[in-house]
């Protein structure tokens, strides 16, 4: 078996960043990269997601230069992967940003395990402290996209 590779249309990218929920994030400070794994949900030209604090969200504070990744496995050895060049925008917990947050939520919350990477956390928070969650989107700046596609 052969295989292509074909560049998406945005309208292909579009449809792949509506269907998908998982994808690698990476950031990146002082001249050194971070990627992490997220849970997001896209809508128009923003992706968001949610977190609790930690180096992802205090390395985009300080460059809001991001760019999420997201892969799909066709059939046989075919895959398609989607890649975002973006802005970070923080949805504080504000009047300004009400809607914003609202609209996170909304989306993120129509599957059941949203939450659940970006509240991980690899050691227990002390009793009694209080973990801010993290409400954010990723502005596309630009989208592409490839596919393999098999040719019989």
Excluded at 52 to 60: A, E, I, S, Y
Excluded at 78 to 101: A, Q
Aim: with cysteine; proline share 4%; aromatic share 12%.
């Amino acid at each position: 078996m052969s295989y292509i590779l074909k560049d998406l249309t945005p309208a292909e990218c579009s449809a792949v960043l509506e269907q998908s929920r998982f994808g690698h994030l990476a950031c990146c400070k002082d001249g050194r990269p971070y990627v992490v794994p997220i849970y997001f949900a896209y809508a128009k030209t923003t992706i968001y997601s949610f977190s609790m604090p930690g180096r992802k969200v205090d390395w985009m504070r300080a460059n809001e230069n991001v760019c999420l990744q997201i892969d799909r496995r066709g059939t046989g050895k075919g895959w398609t992967s989607v890649v975002v060049d973006g802005r970070f925008e923080e949805f504080p917990d504000t009047d300004r940003w009400r809607s914003e947050r609202l609209q996170a939520w909304s989306l993120l919350q129509k599957h059941f395990d949203w939450w659940e990477i970006g509240a991980l956390k690899l050691q227990e928070q002390p009793t009694g402290s209080v973990s801010e969650h993290i409400f954010y989107g990723i502005v596309a700046r630009e989208v592409s996209g490839r596919t393999a596609l098999s040719v019989d």
